[in-house]
């Protein structure tokens, strides 16, 4: 059985005249990891941020857990404890503790009691490999570890989806692994992900489906050894061919 867990219809979305989405539809499934890649521009970020509800769209639907999400009637902030977001930049709390960025959203957003929402943000820290650095402040860590700490954050709302935005993006090369490391270990447990990502590595490794996006398009999209060994687009072989 394949339960679709996001919908995505005919999206569009513009800013002023600048149209930069142009209707864009995909499902994903639960369980499902699907990369997004394509040149700088092209729309990614502003498609995942519409899924977050960052944006809204200016047409079509999407539809989560067989719900509308755009109609106004669903909270936007139990909507994200289902849909989490982990951004290039980090956005951690740099005047707090890693445990209490962890624990934070739990205990203000679910009123959960302090000690249990302990314990879970050390369960995730120790899943993230960052255990040791709970009672330290953001500023003493590295971008890695800074990145680990959000990928922790995102989980402790617990979410059925999360979307990456080039969460690799502003890390030093030599860091860029143990993110990678760690979001390939979420899919390997079953989590739902949609990563826009330049490493094409990590994707072709780790991505049940690839799109590629350009001009607010979805150009082409297929498996990884589709995308990657044999794509059809012409837009698709050169980008590859740019940054293979
Ligand atoms: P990508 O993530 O693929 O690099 P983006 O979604 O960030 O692409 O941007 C797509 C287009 O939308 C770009 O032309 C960008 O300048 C424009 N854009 C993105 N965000 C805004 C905004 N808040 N206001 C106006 N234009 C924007
Ligand atoms: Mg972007």
Redesign the pocket.
């Known amino acids: 059985m394949e339960e679709i867990m996001m919908s995505v219809k005919s999206i569009s979305k513009s800013?002023?005249s600048?149209l930069?989405?142009k209707d864009v539809s995909m499902d994903i499934k639960k369980g499902e990891v699907v990369c997004i890649i394509?040149?700088?521009?092209?729309?990614?970020?502003?498609?995942?941020?519409c899924l977050n509800l960052l944006?809204i769209p200016t047409a079509g639907d999407i539809i989560f857990q067989d719900q509308s999400i755009l109609n106004g009637k669903i909270r936007v902030n139990k909507y994200r404890q289902n849909v989490g977001m982990v951004f290039q930049g980090y956005y951690l709390f740099n005047l707090k503790k890693v445990i209490d960025n962890i624990t934070m959203a739990p205990r203000s957003l679910n009123k959960k009691k302090k000690e249990l929402a302990e314990k879970e943000a050390c369960e995730l820290l120790d899943k993230v490999g960052l255990l040791e650095k709970k009672d330290v402040y953001p500023s003493s860590l590295s971008g890695g570890q800074k990145q680990r700490v959000a990928i922790a954050r995102a989980l402790a709302m617990n979410p059925e989806l999360l979307l990456f935005?080039?969460p690799t993006s502003a890390l030093d090369p030599e860091l860029v692994g143990e993110v990678l490391k760690v979001i390939k270990k979420l899919a390997n447990d079953g989590m739902t992900m949609i990563v826009?990502t330049h490493e094409m590595g990590f994707a072709r490794d780790v991505a049940d489906r690839v799109i590629f996006?350009e001009g607010?398009y979805i150009v082409e999209q297929g498996t990884p050894k589709e995308i990657f060994e044999n794509p059809q687009n012409l837009r698709t072989q050169e980008f590859l061919a740019r940054i293979l």
Not at 38 to 49: A, Q, V
Request: aromatic share 8%.
């Open positions: 800013y002023g600048n930069v989405l394509g040149p700088s521009g092209s729309g990614k970020s502003t498609f995942l941020r944006e935005d080039e826009v996006m607010g």
